[in-house]
């Protein structure tokens, strides 16, 4: 059955200036970027320096690293832009009395939200591809970019969707918003620390004990950026990054057994982690209902 909700939200945003001035922006920066990185190229090669096309290549990774940041940077405020308007007029109290609204509200704005930033990612594809004729990156690279922006997209929407369900207020919604990004991020990092130190200090020797290396692998892949740190090894071939940090929680990221499955794994729990955000919006709405 069609979503009327989407339907909706659908024509609001396609009437709205918004989503014309985020793809004018959007790409304008990263078409200034672009511009640098041939300019300064050239100007190297004009005066007789090595003509090193590998700075293309550093260039479609800064590129595809900006185009990540920006979904955490940008999701919090595009969310808060749907629900701002819903809010005033009242109309979240007016949706949530009719039974089995909150499921298909939900799905609509994680729909709109991803089908917008799609978009984004869609429009910068002349740039893009640029960058991979420059450095000689084959089309499938695009292909993998495009999918880990749509895993990141999901995951982030799922999140700032849940914050905004839950807190009236659109500060407290985009602290929690913020918090719970910095808590995956950073906080897994600082847990995977935390428990290498414990383990050390209790064994007393270096290498950590099983149980330990197997927490620190399931918070690593908690990580929403764990994909992404597969899929820059993967252009630039060298995985030295990943390679220290999982050196010091006693894993051994060179193998192809690792790449095959940590990263896939990854990619794998971010999804099953956004759609538990989703489901926890839709049982907050729903409990707001009944209350």
């Known amino acids: 059955m069609w979503n009327p909700f989407l339907k909706v939200e659908w024509l609001k945003e396609g009437r709205n200036i918004r989503?014309?001035?985020?793809?004018?922006?959007?790409?304008?920066?990263?078409?200034?970027?672009?511009?640098?990185?041939?300019?300064?190229?050239?100007?190297?090669?004009?005066?007789?320096?090595?003509?090193?096309?590998?700075?293309?290549?550093?260039?479609?990774?800064?590129?595809?690293?900006?185009?990540?940041?920006?979904?955490?940077?940008?999701?919090?405020?595009?969310?808060?832009?749907?629900?701002?308007?819903?809010?005033?007029?009242?109309?979240?109290?007016?949706?949530?009395?009719?039974?089995?609204?909150?499921?298909?509200?939900?799905?609509?704005?994680?729909?709109?939200?991803?089908?917008?930033?799609?978009?984004?990612?869609?429009?910068?594809?002349?740039?893009?591809?640029?960058?991979?004729?420059?450095?000689?990156?084959?089309?499938?690279k695009i292909i993998r970019l495009g999918i880990m922006l749509f895993i990141c997209t999901f995951w982030s929407a799922s999140v700032s969707i849940f914050s905004f369900s839950y807190c009236k207020k659109g500060i407290w919604a985009f602290a929690q918003n913020t918090a719970i990004e910095?808590?995956?991020?950073?906080?897994?990092?600082?847990?995977?620390?935390?428990?290498?130190?414990?383990?050390?200090?209790?064994?007393?020797?270096?290498?950590?004990?099983?149980?330990?290396?197997?927490?620190?692998?399931?918070?690593?892949?908690?990580?929403?950026?764990?994909?992404y740190m597969g899929y820059y090894g993967n252009i630039t071939g060298d995985s030295g990054l990943m390679n220290l940090y999982c050196g010091r929680i006693g894993i051994d990221s060179s193998t192809q057994t690792f790449s095959f499955l940590f990263y896939k794994t990854a990619s794998i729990v971010c999804i099953l982690m956004g759609i538990a955000f989703i489901a926890l919006a839709v049982w907050q709405m729903e409990k707001q209902a009944r209350e």
């Open 19 to 140: 989503l014309p001035m985020m793809l004018i922006f959007y790409n304008a920066i990263l078409a200034f970027i672009t511009i640098l990185f041939m300019f300064f190229n050239a100007e190297s090669f004009q005066e007789g320096y090595s003509y090193d096309t590998s700075a293309y290549l550093y260039q479609f990774l800064i590129i595809s690293t900006i185009q990540i940041g920006m979904i955490f940077v940008l999701m919090p405020f595009s969310v808060w832009g749907f629900y701002s308007t819903d809010r005033e007029k009242h109309m979240l109290e007016e949706f949530v009395m009719i039974p089995g609204s909150s499921k298909q509200f939900i799905i609509a704005r994680v729909s709109v939200i991803i089908a917008v930033y799609m978009m984004l990612f869609i429009s910068s594809l002349p740039i893009i591809s640029l960058s991979c004729i420059y450095s000689g990156l084959p089309w499938r």
């Open 182 to 227: 910095a808590m995956f991020v950073l906080g897994t990092v600082l847990a995977t620390e935390i428990i290498r130190s414990f383990s050390i200090s209790v064994t007393g020797a270096e290498s950590l004990a099983p149980i330990a290396i197997n927490l620190c692998m399931l918070f690593s892949l908690l990580n929403p950026l764990a994909a």
